[in-house]
């Protein structure tokens, strides 16, 4: 078994700084959240971005700005959210990959997302597969659903393998509407996956995250953590900030005798552009 890749999502789209004053959303605070979380175990950064009003953004402006800002300070592998927040139109998602980013998240397929519908449909989902392919930019498909397994398979299917050859999945567990957040429904995926996949992670929404943790290492997953998913360290304390989450899977993964993969680790198993 091999080490543990640990991705960090700071910020996502759906929390309200005003309620979370720690959640970073300028680009110096992203840019000491990715050192702080490196510097931690993490060696790769899902991003979304806000604007001067911390509202959710898929500016090209903000996306490439903080893209660089990222590759100057860290060795992080830089993901980009093609999910933006559930309001966001499907063309501006596509315009994404103008950022130039090393991966893109790639969800396989619309969902229920608590009280509101997050969209992708198959006409979307396959735009994008193909756009990842010609720009060089390594999806990582999100999987919210046993269902979504098989449309991933389609896209595989249909358009043959990503940019280098490996297929990277992260099963989302937790969200009001997707699959559960348990040990159970993170299997029963898993099991699910096509043998082009060549590596997958896990995500435990809420209070799914420690378990959901668990359960990916023992089963040779990998993780992600970070505020999008997650803002509460204990049942009764709020996280100080992403780094304290990233420090956490670090450890788990170190006491299941599968450390943090290092950034260029990651690169490899990831196979990203050089
Ligand atoms: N914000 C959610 C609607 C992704 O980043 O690709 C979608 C999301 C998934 O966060
Ligand atoms: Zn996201």
Redesign the pocket.
């Known amino acids: 078994m091999t080490g543990t890749l640990i991705t960090v999502?700071p910020t996502?789209?759906?929390l309200d700084k005003a309620d979370h004053p720690q959640l970073p959303t300028t680009l110096d605070e992203l840019v000491a959240t990715a050192v702080d979380c490196e510097a931690a175990g993490a060696s790769l950064i899902?991003l979304?971005l806000r604007d001067t009003e911390h509202r959710?953004t898929l500016d090209g402006g903000y996306l490439r700005a903080a893209v660089e800002a990222v590759r100057e300070t860290t060795d992080l592998v830089v993901q980009l959210?093609?999910?933006?927040?559930?309001h966001?139109p499907l063309s501006q998602r596509l315009t994404v990959l103008d950022a130039d980013p090393d991966s893109?998240?790639?969800?396989c397929g619309t969902t229920n997302?608590g009280d509101?519908v997050?969209l992708n449909p198959w006409g979307f989902m396959s735009d994008l597969y193909v756009l990842a392919q010609e720009r060089e930019v390594v999806p990582e498909f999100?999987i919210f659903d046993l269902g979504h397994v098989w449309s991933m398979r389609r896209l595989l299917d249909r358009h043959g393998l990503p940019f280098g050859g490996r297929v990277h999945v992260d099963l989302?567990t937790g969200v009001p509407g997707g699959m559960p957040g348990t040990p159970q429904a993170v299997m029963a995926a898993v099991q699910a996956l096509p043998p082009e996949v060549t590596s997958w992670s896990a995500t435990g929404i809420g209070r799914a995250h420690l378990p959901v943790l668990a359960t990916a290492l023992a089963a040779g997953g990998h993780l992600r953590v970070g505020m999008?998913d997650n803002v509460m360290y204990a049942k009764d304390r709020e996280v100080s900030g992403n780094a304290e989450l990233v420090a956490r899977a670090a450890t788990f993964a170190e006491l299941m005798q599968r450390p943090p993969l290092s950034c260029e680790e990651t690169r490899a198993l990831l196979a990203v552009k050089d």
């Open positions: 999502a996502g789209a759906e899902h979304h959710p959210s093609t999910g933006g927040s559930v966001d893109c998240s790639l969800t997302f509101d997050f999100e989302v999008e």
